[in-house]
């Protein structure tokens, strides 16, 4: 049956976890869209859930959809085929947002059609990749709700998301070998976010990003 949820619907959801169920046909209102950026919640295809077996209702408050949006410039396309292939045999659900080949082309034009998929809910997190990593990053981070980090070891990986929830992970194909950008992206992918004091951070975060923009 289809839903419709409104913005009192995700505040009340969001009392409980930080996932939503959204049905094929579900629909979602602007604000209750907007509620759902504002509170750094995360949508769950309810038919995803439901593949996961008897666990699936269980397992869906602490799973994420493996939805990974991932785009470059000419300077990170072989990366960006590798690491794609990789995601692909690992099960993840891709979206290529270019670029399609070694041709010039200008690293903001894929950094926000990326954060644009986050931004809409269409995709779970984000992968750039540039010479360095921190253009995609500085373009990313204008978008609301965008939390890009340019990460360049194991560490910074780990922290960026334990401790910055941070969603678009920005590796630079030139600054870095392709191994180290592997167990980087590895790292990201097993670590979740502390909650804690950590999101008492990120909430100022939230009300800068809200009173000054």
């Not at 009392?15 to 094929?24: C, F, N, S, T, W």
């Not at 984000?126 to 990313?140: E, K, M, Q, V, W």
Request: one cysteine or more; hydrophobic letters at 35%.
């Amino acid at each position: 049956m289809k839903k419709l949820f409104t913005e009192k619907d995700i505040y009340n959801a969001a009392q409980e976890d930080k996932i939503i169920l959204v049905g094929k046909y579900d629909i979602l209102t602007p604000s209750a869209k907007d509620k759902i950026k504002e509170l750094g919640l995360t949508i769950v295809d309810k038919d995803e859930a439901e593949k996961l077996g008897d666990e699936g209702h269980k397992l869906s408050r602490t799973v994420r959809l493996n939805k990974i949006v991932i785009g470059s410039d000419h300077t990170g396309f072989k990366t960006k085929n590798m690491l794609s292939g990789l995601l692909t045999e690992k099960g993840f659900q891709l979206i290529d947002v270019g670029t399609y080949d070694e041709k010039s082309c200008d690293y903001p034009d894929f950094a926000f059609a990326a954060a644009k998929k986050i931004q809409a809910g269409e995709a779970d997190f984000g992968i750039l990749i540039d010479a360095t990593g921190i253009p995609s990053a500085i373009t990313a981070n204008k978008l609301t709700g965008i939390r890009a980090a340019t990460c360049y070891n194991e560490f910074s990986a780990r922290s960026a998301r334990e401790h910055n929830d941070a969603n678009i992970l920005a590796v630079g194909a030139k600054s870095l070998g392709e191994e180290t950008i592997k167990s980087i992206l590895a790292v990201w992918l097993s670590t979740k976010f502390g909650g804690g004091r950590h999101q008492k951070r990120l909430d100022k975060i939230t009300g800068i990003e809200k009173n000054y923009r």
